[in-house]
């Protein structure tokens, strides 16, 4: 019988079995920095050995644990003091001054990321994200959550059984620099849940603020257990893979896109966790042969306003009306632009360079990138595989254009190609519409403009995540993850008396 061993040392040049089909060589640094308690996951979908040194697992561990205490005692709060919770987190970031205190620390963690090179779109802390996080917020305090519903009886003679809804448990986040996340992920709370926080070194100062000043003490206020919102001490990616790793999460939530959330999601399901994980984001946009060139152009610049996991990355346009709708394409191109006061980069698929002018091509613009102000030029070719290809641009709009020789063709394109997220149609036809939802595999599907895929927005709730596709599809659930859908079902037998 095979007795298990810690490991304290590694060899360089030793190998690990990956997957069970794949070997990794460990690097000389890796040997040199591993340390006794260290811990190592082999990751198949990156070809990598992550480390994970026993300080950053400690740090993951006590927050879990945090978190898994909290939840313990959950089941003795009742729903007011959850709406309680909410209407005085709500209404603490509605106060000027505290708000304010918020509003200094993030502005040096935006001066920080941007000196760093780093993406400040969504790390910003401004006026329309404060008012998203507190409609949120308010939006949970009448709602009801799946804590307690009897959904289904199934009646026998002299007793039943009964279907009902409860508390899942502690749910795990992992996200860069976005801090409204934590306002979002707070509604797990409405349904019993607790919440444990990893967050990248943009955000980390910001959201320590939210917690602070708005979270901590309306926590107190209302009489729920501090921990229920607990965040992980680190700004390490390998205090992230750690607390993926901590079996006692009930879910695992990955906001971000591509390989970090890849990695995460391989920690988490090797650990047995249900995950949540949006992958690579982008939406795709499609027009029909009778689009109207004016509803393609205002579709185009409606999703194009600021750079989210929703916003319009690659279209689809028929090679027999390219003379008509490439004029719209670049019409509302140049005013999404022009709204931002910058240039726009389009990205054209080989084959189709012929439909648009030749001086994009030629021609260099300033394209605002999140180093700085970069000459290029307007317009590049790329191949087909790179369509689905997700640009994280800053100022600059940036989308990819390809013609097809019909809309079969571009669903093709889409199912093969893209992260299967967002599939949005400019046509007249209800009938191409509903062809079009049923050969798509996407599970966000629409009718122009793209960026309604948005849970606060299109479902007036909330989201905690958005799923694509690029995994395969979600069992049991939409794409849009809320806190009234992070639940499990408890079965309870009664006799009649």
Not at 224 to 232: K, N, Q, R, T
Not at 378 to 395: K, P, T, V
Not at 433 to 447: L, M, Y
């Amino acid at each position: 019988m095979s007795v298990l061993k810690p490991l304290t040392q590694l060899t360089p040049g030793s190998h690990l079995l990956v997957g069970g089909r794949h070997v990794i060589e460990i690097s000389e640094e890796l040997a040199t920095n591993f340390r006794p308690g260290d811990s190592l996951f082999a990751s198949e979908s990156i070809g990598q050995v992550l480390h994970i040194p026993l300080v950053e697992r400690e740090k993951a561990e006590h927050a879990v644990g945090t978190a898994h205490a909290a939840f313990g005692q959950m089941s003795g709060v009742n729903d007011s003091q959850i709406s309680a919770f909410f209407k005085d987190f709500a209404d603490r970031l509605a106060d000027d001054d505290l708000w304010t205190k918020i509003r200094r620390v993030n502005e040096e963690d935006v001066i920080s990321a941007h000196e760093r090179g780093r993406s400040t779109t969504r790390l910003a802390a401004t006026d329309s994200l404060r008012s998203n996080m507190i409609d949120g917020l308010r939006g949970w305090v009448h709602e009801t959550s799946q804590r307690g519903r009897v959904i289904e009886r199934v009646q026998h003679a002299g007793w039943s059984a009964e279907l009902i809804g409860s508390e899942l448990g502690v749910v795990g986040f992992v996200f860069e620099g976005r801090p409204n996340v934590v306002a979002d992920a707070t509604g797990v709370l409405r349904g019993g849940n607790t919440v444990v926080f990893r967050i990248g070194r943009d955000a980390l100062n910001t959201a320590k603020a939210m917690l602070q000043f708005g979270v901590e003490p309306a926590l107190a206020e209302a009489g729920l257990p501090l921990g229920a919102v607990s965040v992980v001490d680190s700004a390490s990616h390998a205090a992230g893979w750690a607390m993926f790793s901590d079996k006692r999460l009930s879910l695992a939530v990955a906001r971000g896109s591509g390989e970090a959330v890849d990695t995460l999601g391989s920690l988490a399901q090797s650990a047995g966790i249900p995950v949540s994980l949006h992958g690579t984001g982008g939406a795709w946009l499609f027009a029909g042969d009778d689009a109207e060139p004016a509803q393609l152009a205002q579709a185009v610049f409606d999703s194009l306003d600021r750079k989210v996991c929703n916003t319009l990355n690659t279209c689809c346009l028929p090679r027999r009306q390219a003379d008509r709708l490439v004029p719209a394409l670049l019409d509302g191109l140049a005013r999404a632009a022009t709204r931002r006061g910058a240039a726009f980069k389009l990205h054209v698929g080989r084959g189709s360079e012929s439909a648009f002018p030749a001086a994009l091509f030629s021609s260099d613009v300033q394209i605002s990138r999140a180093a700085g102000l970069v000459s290029e030029p307007q317009a590049a070719l790329i191949s087909e595989a790179d369509l689905g290809r997700e640009w994280e641009w800053e100022g600059s709009p940036e989308v990819s254009v390809t013609l097809v020789d019909d809309l079969a063709h571009g669903v093709h394109l889409f199912n093969r190609y893209s992260p299967q997220f967002v599939a949005c149609l400019v046509s007249p036809h209800p009938g191409e519409h509903d062809a079009f939802f049923k050969s798509v595999n996407a599970p966000f599907v629409g009718d122009g403009f793209t960026r309604w895929v948005d849970g606060q927005f299109a479902l007036k709730r909330p989201e905690l995540g958005l799923s694509n596709w690029q995994h395969g599809r979600l069992f049991g659930r939409g794409g849009v993850l809320s806190g009234d859908s992070v639940f499990t079902v408890r079965t309870r037998v009664q006799r009649s008396r």
